[in-house]
């Protein structure tokens, strides 16, 4: 016999998930509350990485139906709800989102849907690359330095590098400048770059 599941995701603490789960109950739904989900942690985690996702997935057998209101409750991109409705299909687990007019995703239609989502979300991707490459190449030729500032001024760059030929440790230097080793050993990196150029 199959069973009802319901995920239910927010964000953030100050969220609820109580109008998912009235939305999921208006549609027609009838969801036992011991098979309602209900996570709090951000868009940005993949489906993997939630941890009562992860646990659901364990429970859900073939036969079994999961309700989500919106298709981000499933993944933190398109990629990533495409990849986890596969994997559910492949269990033979229905997947239906109210969003998308309560459609099974595993159904053809469904995948159907899912892949015009990916490619719309691919081409904005590639866009978006686009689009920052070429303000990356304008600011280049417009001679604008690229890069995060240096956490360092340039007297305490020198300072640093002195103090390293004197022998004191990365680590030490780290500590009193009140920056990261990864700093430090970039500075002594650049130096000696300079000094290889230089001869």
């Known amino acids: ?28 739904f009838d969801v036992n509350p011991r098979r309602v ?13 939630r941890p009562f996702f992860a646990k659901l997935l364990d429970r859900l057998e073939p036969g079994d139906v999961l ?9 933190r991109n398109a990629m990533d709800v495409r990849a986890t409705v596969e994997r559910l299909g ?22 159907m849907t899912m892949g015009v ?3 719309m979300a691919e081409f904005e991707k590639d866009l978006l690359i686009e689009r920052t490459n070429a303000g990356l190449a304008r600011a280049r030729s417009q001679g604008t ?11 305490s760059r020198i300072e640093v590098l002195t103090l390293l030929e004197s022998g004191t440790s990365v680590s030490q230097l780290a ?10 050993m970039r500075i002594r990196a650049g130096a000696a770059e300079n ?5």
């Not at 016999?1 to 027609?28: C, H, I, W």
């Not at 309700?67 to 993944?75: A, E, F, S, W």
């Not at 500590?175 to 430090?184: A, N, V």
């Open 145 to 155: 330095k690229l890069g995060r500032k240096g956490s360092l001024s340039e007297k």
């Open 1 to 28: 016999m199959s069973r009802t599941f319901l995920y239910a995701r927010v964000s953030t603490p100050d969220q609820n998930t109580a109008n998912q789960v009235l939305e999921v109950k208006a549609a027609g």
């Open 175 to 184: 500590k009193d400048f009140c920056t990261s080793r990864q700093t430090i």
């Open 37 to 49: 989900v209900l996570e709090c942690i951000s868009g940005s985690s993949a489906a993997g990485e």
């Open 90 to 111: 492949k269990d033979g687990v229905k997947v239906y989102c109210l969003a998308l007019g309560g459609m099974d995703l595993t159904s053809p239609t469904g995948k």
């Open 117 to 119: 989502i990916s490619a």
């Open 67 to 75: 309700i989500v209101t919106k298709l981000d409750r499933l993944g």
């Open 195 to 199: 000094q290889h150029q230089d001869s």
